[in-house]
Nanobody, 123 residues
Framework: QVQLVESGGGLVQAGGSLRLSCAASGRTFSEFYMAWFRQAPGKEREFVAAISWIGGTKYYANFVKGRFTISRDNAKNTVYLQMNSLKPEDTAVYYC????????????????WGQGTQVTVSS
C-alpha cells in the first residue's frame, strides 16, 4: 500500500554534492527497511544504502567509502541520501525501494519502488 517518490537528482560537477529525498505515502510499517539503489546504462541495478524505518540501523555499499549518508525523518515519512564528493562513476538513475522484513542488498527482494531520479556527474 506504500508509494515512493524520489527527488533531488540533477547535474553536478565532480566533487560536488546532492541530497536525494524519498517521500513515502500510504500506509507504512515499523518492520520496513528502506533502501537506495542505482542503475547506470548497461549495468545491473546495485545496492547503495539501507536504513530501518523505526530503529534507524544503517548499511552501506563498499563503494560509498564514507561519501554518502542515509537518514530518515519518521514524522515526514521521508528517507534521504546525502551524497558528497561525487565522482563521474556515480552517474546513474537512483531508486528508492522498500521491503517488509529483514535487511537485504538484493534488488529482487524489494517489492515497492519509486520512479527513480537521474544523477549525472560531469568531469
Amino acid at each position: 500500500q506504500v508509494q515512493l517518490v524520489e527527488s533531488g537528482g540533477g547535474l553536478v560537477q565532480a566533487g560536488g554534492s546532492l541530497r536525494l529525498s524519498c517521500a513515502a505515502s500510504g500506509r507504512t510499517f515499523s518492520e520496513f527497511y528502506m533502501a537506495w539503489f542505482r542503475q547506470a546504462p548497461g549495468k545491473e541495478r546495485e545496492f547503495v544504502a539501507a536504513i530501518s524505518w523505526i530503529g534507524g540501523t544503517k548499511y552501506y555499499a563498499n563503494f560509498v567509502k564514507g561519501r554518502f549518508t542515509i537518514s530518515r525523518d519518521n514524522a515526514k515519512n521521508t528517507v534521504y541520501l546525502q551524497m558528497n564528493s561525487l565522482k563521474p562513476e556515480d552517474t546513474a538513475v537512483y531508486y528508492c525501494a522498500a521491503r517488509r522484513g529483514a535487511y537485504s542488498v538484493g534488488p529482487d527482494r524489494y517489492d515497492t519502488w519509486g520512479q527513480g531520479t537521474q544523477v549525472t556527474v560531469s568531469s
